[in-house]
Nanobody, 122 residues
């Protein structure tokens, strides 16, 4: 069964950096989409960044220029490098995967990790 496990979340000061990792297992598909989503208390889950199996990427406007999504196919690991963090980036971050997806929209992402908490203080 597909399993996604996030790590790297922490509490940092505004302006700091973090790198989130998502280790994937049991995912045999050669064609796929993977993405990072986040959800803050009282807010809907929003797409942050996504990447497909060809390496094409998409970013939410709020993180463009600050966050970078990447993947290490040999290690089956997805990353989210987060720089210049802001308090509004505070949220639970989730890794998601699907064979067919709509980039930053949750539809088509059938597998989700448990999340890793990112807290940014001013």
């Amino acid at each position: 069964q597909v399993q996604l496990v996030e790590s790297g979340g922490d509490s940092v000061q505004a302006g700091g950096s973090l790198r989130l990792s998502c280790a994937a297992s049991g995912y045999p598909y050669s064609s796929y989409y993977m993405g990072w989503f986040r959800q803050a208390p009282g807010k809907e889950r929003e797409g942050v960044a996504a990447i497909d199996s060809d390496g094409s990427t998409s970013y939410a406007d709020s993180v463009k220029g600050r966050f970078t999504i990447s993947q290490d196919n040999a290690k089956n690991t997805l990353y989210l490098q987060m720089n210049s963090l802001k308090p509004e980036d505070t949220a639970m971050y989730y890794c998601a995967a699907g064979r067919v997806a709509l980039w930053l929209l949750p539809y088509g992402y059938n597998y989700w990790g448990q999340g890793t908490q990112v807290t940014v203080s001013s």
